[in-house]
């Protein structure tokens, strides 16, 4: 089972889990997602960002610039929830979220009120896992 395929059964199965998880994450954030956003732009990573919010292709993130983005002591309690290190956790969002970011904002713009919509963020992953070869 890949990582993905994980993460589809983990979102499948509902409760405290990563999908769940990630949505609270951000949707608890001070501004949700546009706070997240912000974040990076602060990190000197807001052209990354943007390309998964604007419609063309998403740039990639490499796990460093995420964990220096967001930070780990804003990870860590994501992280203890869901019952992964940090450095793994961070791992598995490079992979998602530019897909997540770019799903969550179809007309390239970020939400008003910056939160997630699970229907989005379940989109996003199932097509996710398709790309890797998951859930055929």
């Known amino acids: ?5 994980g993460l589809g059964a983990q979102g499948a199965a ?3 889990n990563l999908v769940d998880a990630a949505i609270g994450f951000v949707n608890s954030q001070p ?14 990573a807001g052209s990354i960002v943007s390309s998964w919010i604007g419609k063309g292709s998403n740039l990639p993130i490499d796990p460093a610039t995420l964990l220096m983005a967001l930070g780990k002591p804003l990870l860590e ?13 961070v791992s598995i969002l490079a992979m998602v979220l530019p897909g997540v970011v770019d799903r969550a904002t179809p007309d390239g713009t970020l939400p008003e ?3 997630l919509k699970p229907d989005n963020v379940l989109s996003a992953l199932g097509g996710l896992m398709g790309m890797f070869g998951g859930n055929k």
């Not at 089972?1 to 395929?5: A, C, E, G, K, R």
């Not at 501004?31 to 000197?44: C, S, Y």
């Open 14 to 16: 509902g409760g405290s």
């Open 77 to 89: 309690p994501l992280a203890a929830k869901v019952g992964m290190p940090v450095e793994q956790l």
């Open 113 to 115: 009120d910056g939160k």
């Open 1 to 5: 089972m890949s990582i993905l395929d």
């Open 31 to 44: 501004g949700g997602l546009n706070g997240i956003v912000q974040k990076f732009n602060d990190a000197g």
